[in-house]
């Protein structure tokens, strides 16, 4: 289909007609910048009254939009002139954050919610460049910057940015962001998922700016653990893209210019004899840092080896088995929502530590940096997914553009994360050919964007014909990725976790096995028989039975059970047990540990030893 096709489709969809491309420069997630985070003004506006005028034109395609444009941001002249919102007087949401959990009557909120953020800015040096960075924003974004529309985002878990050099000024500014969590059929997710569909400006903004020509990428990776061998590749971007970059990294004793071409690109390679590899038992980060005319920009990297053989999966070229957990980007406790922070990062990467975890899966979607980064520094491998989720717009092709964008810029973000290990693709499609043909295309992308790390995603199973005990795992994506990952929930949702001791396994792919879900509900503090559901003493059964099934599959290298901690649904209503929150926690809604995660502690303390 012809761009202009494309563009036309575009325009036909109940999307924004003309979106102006978001810029995704990795570099800037590492650049500290002017921080917006904090108090913002706010406006629910339900009927897109500030977005929409009355014959439902968008009001920011005008020529001459009306002063009560909510993106104007005016007050009125005088006190006859009639402007029906006004910011100054709004009320205030905190950034970063969803909104869902910040006012008792937007818990349920799906719609659109105006943020402002006014800000006071020093003006650009000579040539400098401004662009306005967010970490994410669910799902919709429409970004204006004093007035002037600065472009339209889709995807809630993604970091994107805009042009702000013509629009930015000395003094006060205002930043206006119109967000709408609404869900649709061709969006990526779909209209259905077992988690919160949490709105709002849920990671960080901020105002970044750089020089006339910057480092607006770069990738480093270890080629060999026998080699050692380090190679990557710089992209400088603006007027003298074609220069010179040092790179050095000082513990190392290493120093190199690399030249750039034309197009500001240019690549480099190196042996690093000395280097130490990052590993779950030793998660060593070298300083890493890149320098060219007044700018230099520095990161902490780790260097390592990923790959298959067979059906084992070898870090820095020895067998590793994972020893996961799933995890949502939430923390329910004490009536919280979206994690924000580096603590509650760390309260749930901690409890996957007390689990002897090694391996965490940061589902459905790509989870903050600070998350990622924080699993690096603890040594906690990381499997990173799109939300491709359940039965999406196979044959949509706006729909595959959304989550063609996502991927890339799920692997732009995290290249140089030593931690994230496997680019998930997908979590429980339907088999058929259109699904099939638009998973295989996300998976050329990302070995065309990837070639260091592993694809996966977590497939489903099914009881053979006739032989209800024989569970099937038959894919034609298991051809395509590389691990074979599969959710399996034998004892929940197919038996009673008796049936766990019955069940043979038929995974035909010599391919590396992982189990990406299994698990059971259970409401903290619920006693009784372990054939009762929602009791602990059910779950603690359930994962009892499982681990001993799952030592049966011959070719396993590990598992996630779902989940770490009980997280909000709005598909869980079942009073005085679930009340809104998916149960198959190991840890309550309260930060109260259950009897299963002591089971998958002791089990996980075991393979640790004999690892040894
Ligand atoms: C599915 C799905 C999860 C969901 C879980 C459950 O497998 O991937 O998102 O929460 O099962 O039913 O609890």
Redesign the pocket.
């Known amino acids: 289909m012809s761009k202009h096709a494309f563009t036309l489709l575009f325009a036909l969809l109940p999307f924004a007609p003309q979106a102006l491309e978001a810029e995704v420069i990795s570099s800037l997630s590492v650049r500290e910048g002017q921080s917006l985070d904090g108090e913002w003004k706010y406006i629910v506006d339900p009927y897109e009254l500030g977005y929409y005028d009355y014959r439902w034109q968008p009001r920011d395609e005008s020529t001459n939009p009306s002063r009560d444009s909510f993106f104007l941001d005016v007050q009125p002249k005088d006190a006859t002139e009639l402007i029906e919102y006004n910011f100054e007087t709004a009320p205030t949401l905190k950034v970063p954050g969803d909104w869902n959990t910040q006012e008792r009557e937007l818990l349920y909120y799906e719609g659109t919610l105006w943020y402002r953020k006014k800000f006071d800015f020093d003006g650009l040096k000579e040539g400098e460049r401004a662009f306005l960075y967010f970490g994410a924003a669910n799902y919709r974004a429409d970004v204006y910057l004093n007035g002037k529309k600065l472009g339209t985002h889709f995807g809630g878990f993604t970091p994107f940015a805009y042009e702000a050099t013509p629009h930015v000024k000395k003094g006060v500014n205002s930043v206006v962001v119109r967000v709408d969590n609404k869900r649709y059929k061709d969006a990526v997710p779909t209209l259905n998922?077992?988690?919160w569909n949490y709105g709002g400006l849920t990671r960080s903004v901020r105002l970044v700016t750089v020089p006339a020509t910057f480092i607006s990428e770069y990738k480093i990776r270890l080629e060999s653990e026998e080699t050692r061998v380090v190679s990557g590749e710089i992209q400088l971007k603006g007027a003298a893209a074609s220069g010179a970059v040092q790179i050095s990294i000082p513990e190392l004793g290493q120093e190199l210019e690399v030249k750039t071409d034309a197009s500001g690109r240019g690549s480099f390679r190196f042996e690093a004899p000395k280097l130490k590899f990052w590993s779950p038992e030793d998660p060593k980060l070298y300083e890493v840092r890149l320098e060219q005319g007044r700018e230099s920009v520095t990161d902490q990297v780790g260097f390592r080896t990923i790959r298959t053989k067979g059906r084992q999966i070898l870090l820095n070229g020895k067998p590793v088995f994972l020893r996961g957990i799933?995890i949502h980007e939430e923390l329910a406790v004490n009536g919280g929502g979206r994690v924000t922070s580096a603590e509650q990062a760390k309260q749930l990467l901690t409890w996957a530590k007390e689990l002897n975890c090694n391996f965490v899966r940061l589902?459905?979607y790509p989870h903050n940096e600070t998350m990622v980064r924080l699993a690096e520094r603890l040594g906690i491998l990381v499997w990173s997914e799109i939300p491709v989720?359940?039965t999406i717009d196979w044959e949509n092709e706006a729909t595959y553009q959304r989550a063609a964008t996502m991927l890339s810029d799920m692997i732009q973000r995290d290249y140089n994360r030593a931690a994230v290990i496997i680019w998930s693709l997908a979590?429980?499609t339907p088999v058929n050919e259109p699904r099939t043909r638009f998973l295989s295309r996300l998976a050329g992308q990302a070995r065309s964007l990837d070639k260091t790390r592993l694809l996966s995603a977590?497939m489903e199973k099914h009881s053979k014909p006739g032989a209800d005990n024989v569970q099937v795992v038959e894919d034609p994506l298991a051809e395509i990725v590389d691990i074979v990952s599969f959710?399996q929930?034998v004892g929940?949702?197919d038996g009673l976790p008796e049936k766990c001791a019955r069940v043979k396994w038929e995974i035909p792919y010599d391919k590396p096995i992982f189990i990406?879900?299994f698990?059971a509900?259970a409401k903290q503090g619920m006693h009784g028989d372990k054939t009762a559901r929602f009791t602990e003493e059910y779950q603690e059964d359930l994962y009892r039975q499982t681990l001993a099934m799952l030592d049966r599959i011959d070719g396993l290298c590990g598992f996630s059970p779902?989940?770490l901690i009980d997280?909000r649904?709005p598909?869980r209503p079942l009073p005085k047990i679930q009340d809104g929150f998916?149960r198959?926690g190991l840890v309550s809604s309260e930060g109260v540990k259950k009897k299963a995660f002591f089971t998958l502690q002791e089990y996980y303390r075991k393979r640790l030893e004999a690892a040894k």
């Open positions: 998922t077992d988690w799933c589902a459905h989720y359940w979590n429980e977590a959710n929930y929940w949702y990406s879900e698990g509900g779902w989940v997280f649904s598909r998916n198959k």
